[in-house]
Structure formats: C-alpha cells, structure tokens
C-alpha cells in the first residue's frame, strides 16, 4: 500500500472527526487536505497555485511542506492574534480587540524570538508610525501606542489587512507617546523602571485586566492559569508553607487550613514581586520607596499572624510537594521585583508545555486532550523547546502533528 492510499483514503472517518470534515463519497481527495491546512492555518483558501503544489505535496506524503507555505500567508499572523488574545483578558475572549500583548505574541511569531522573551524581553510592538500616517492621510494619535488607551492596536486592526508586516521591536519603556494640538508627539515613558520591564507582564493589557483594584493576586493565578496551563484547583496543595499569607486573609479554624492556604501559600508568596506596582487611572504606577497600599489594606483581619509586606521579596514555596511537577529551575526560589520572578516562570517546564497545548488545542480545535494527545503535546513541547522556543515552529508542527493522524 503506498503512501498515497494510506493517508488519502483509509483515514477520512477520523478526518472528519478532526476537522469537521464531511467526507463525499469519492473519498478525501488531495486538494480537499490543502484546503483544510489553510483553512486552519491562515484562515485563508489557497490560490490555485497553492492547491495544485499542495496537492502535490500531499500525494508524496510532504504535510510539512504544504502547512509551511499555509503558514507564509499574512492570515497566519490573525490566528496567532486570536490564539494570543485569550490571554489578554480576565475573560478569556479571544475576540477582544488586538491590544499591546497579542502584538507582542505576533511580532515573536513572525521573527522567531524566543518565547521566553515574552516574560523577559524589554522590547514591545509598535506599529510603524509613517504606515498609520499614510493610511489615514494626516497626523493622528493612533501613529504611536499610548500609555492610557489602546488605539494604536485597534486602528491596526481595522485598517491594515496584513498586521504581521509592519510590526517593529522597539524598547517597551518609552514605545509611549502623546500627540499634542500642533501635530507634534512627547514622550511618555512608563513608570515602570527598565530593570522591571517584564515583556508581557507589562504590556497595558496585564496592567488593566489582572493589576487594577484587587490586590495584586490575580497576575499570578493568571500565570498559573494560562501561562502554566494549571489552574489554581488543581496546584492547591495545604502543606506548603504559609509565613507568607497576608493578613487580609481570615484565618477562621479549619476553613483557613484546609482551604484558604491551599491558594493563598503560594499566590501570596508570588506576589510580592509586585508589590511596588499597580494599575490605576489607566495606568501603570510603580513606586519603589513603599509597597503599594493594596497590600496592606484589611490588615486588621489577621493583624496578629498575618504576613506584612515591606518590599518587593517574593518567595516560590512550589517547588516542594505536588507543585515540583511544574519543573522549576535552580534559581527560581526567591527573589526581588517582576523581572526576576519572570525569568523563574519562563525557565519552567510547564512554560514551554503549555504554549504547545493552548497551540495544539488552537490548530487541531480540540477542547480536551485525550491520553494519545497528551503525548503529542509532550513530544511538541520538546521540539518547541529545541527550536530555541519558536513559536511560528510550534504552530506548524502543530499543524503536521494534527494532519499526520489523518
Ligand atoms: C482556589 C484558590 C483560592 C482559595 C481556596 C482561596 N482564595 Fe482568596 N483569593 C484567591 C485569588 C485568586 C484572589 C485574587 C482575586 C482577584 O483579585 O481577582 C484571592 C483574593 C483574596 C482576598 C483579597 C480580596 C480583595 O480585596 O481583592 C482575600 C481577603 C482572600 N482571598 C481571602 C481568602 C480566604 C479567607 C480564603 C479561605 C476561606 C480564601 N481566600 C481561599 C484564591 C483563593
């Protein structure tokens, strides 16, 4: 049996499953493959050239080949957009406007960077500010990002059709501008000091979603939740040391430690990290000579026990118990500020790991990953890692990964 029958006929019942496929009586042909990898992929049909190579591709059993063409179409760069914006919102909405983080997600597919520069990196991305010009024939605000609006992003969106071409790296600190009444433009730089600048961490959307009000908590489960892939239910672990536990958390018997110190030993261990930032009137706001207020309000609640936060030390008590299965680093005990604390997070296993799930879940659109899954994320994450963490490598193959079972 050659190549050809075996992955054009034999498989079209579990085609179907994958991708949503009615299969026509004649079988699955060639074309009809190409067609689905670039309906994934870019969103896109292909021309007719493309079809045509791609059936080729397709007949000798080269997968790769035709999702990697699939993947050189600027539609590429709208679904690591959609993959990218779940993150950028409490409420997981892909559909969200395209915002600072998801340009920063693009800009690391389309060069390659290592996707632990999304926690580490200095830069951002910006759109080039003649393009805008020239798009809306004058000087307008949305030529430069903003420290208290998103409209350089969703200008982008709905007047640029490619939004990969045109994107540039440029330091993330002073990417900043306000335009003033005599079309001329002044820096605005952030707050935020170089040294804390944490690629993703600090892009507007991280500040507005899981920094304003609250107490600062949120960026982590955030972290635990969408950048490891664990949520909070399943890291509960009650044996993990509490020294850490501020005291607005009550400590009613039993309730406290049976439950509350399950969440609270490590998120509030983490946040310390933070607690020279906040987020508020549409910005964000460091300080380093004083934590931030958030993290001694209702202290009155446990004001005995309760853990006082006087700079921004954090301490990561996962690494023993259960959580050690999320694969820390030596260096990823303790430390000072965001940056520090996001290095520890970008060298876990779990990291890599989790971009090839939500990567795998997005092109193969699977909701639940079965045992046989499981592997294939496994396997991806090793090879994601290998490409010195190149997620646009991820995505295809991904891609393969979901064609090869056909
Ligand atoms: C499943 C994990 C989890 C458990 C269990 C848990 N918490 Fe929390 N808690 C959180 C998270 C996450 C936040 C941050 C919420 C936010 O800002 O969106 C939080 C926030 C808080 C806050 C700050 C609220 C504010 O003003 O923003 C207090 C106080 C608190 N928890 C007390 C408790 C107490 C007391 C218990 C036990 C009865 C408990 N928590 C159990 C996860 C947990």
Request: contains cysteine; proline residues 3%.
């Amino acid at each position: 049996m050659g190549r050809k029958t075996k992955f054009i006929i034999v498989p079209r019942i579990v085609l179907a499953l994958l991708w949503g496929f009615q299969p026509s009586a004649q079988g699955t042909s060639a074309e009809d493959i190409v067609r689905l990898i670039y309906k994934r992929l870019p969103g896109d049909v292909p021309t007719s050239t493309e079809l045509q190579l791609g059936a080729e591709d397709i007949r000798a059993g080269r997968f790769e080949a035709v999702v990697r063409r699939a993947t050189s179409k600027t539609g590429f760069f709208r679904v690591i957009k959609e993959w990218a914006s779940v993150l950028t919102n409490v409420g997981t909405d892909a559909n969200v406007s395209y915002n600072e983080m998801s340009a920063m997600f693009v800009l690391a597919a389309r060069d390659g960077i290592d996707a632990r520069e999304l926690l580490t990196g200095k830069w951002t991305a910006t759109y080039n500010p003649e393009l805008i010009q020239g798009v809306a024939g004058r000087v307008i605000e949305e030529m430069y990002p903003a420290r208290t609006n998103n409209k350089h992003y969703a200008y982008v969106e709905t007047h640029f059709s490619d939004i990969g071409s045109a994107l540039q790296k440029i330091n993330q600190r002073t990417a900043t501008k306000i335009k003033n009444t005599d079309d001329t433009f002044t820096d605005d730089p952030s707050e935020v000091p170089e040294a804390e600048i944490s690629g993703i961490l600090t892009s507007r959307p991280a500040g507005e979603e899981y920094l304003s009000a609250g107490t600062n908590r949120r960026l982590i489960r955030w972290i635990m939740e969408h950048l490891l892939c664990t949520p909070l239910s399943s890291i509960r672990d009650t044996r993990e040391p509490d020294f850490r536990v501020r005291h607005d958390v009550a400590r009613e018997p039993g309730e406290y430690n049976n439950n509350c110190v399950g969440c609270h030993a490590k998120l509030d261990s983490q946040a310390g990290a933070l607690a020279y930032f906040d987020f508020n009137s549409n910005r964000f706001r460091y300080r380093s000579d004083r934590v931030q207020n958030k993290y001694l309000q209702n202290a009155d609640t446990s004001p005995e026990v309760g853990y006082n936060t006087t700079d921004d030390s954090w301490l990561n008590v996962m690494r023993d118990y259960n959580n050690a299965r999320l694969g820390w680093g030596s260096a990823d005990k303790e430390g000072n500020g965001l940056a520090s604390y996001a290095a520890a997070i970008a060298s876990t296993e779990a990291y890599p790991k989790c971009l090839a799930q939500t990567a795998f879940k997005k092109v193969c659109r699977k909701e639940e990953l079965d045992f046989q899954d499981k592997k294939t994320v496994d396997g991806l994450a090793q090879e994601f890692v290998d490409s010195g963490y190149n997620l646009k490598e991820l995505f295809i193959q991904a891609t393969v990964k979901c064609m090869e079972k056909l």
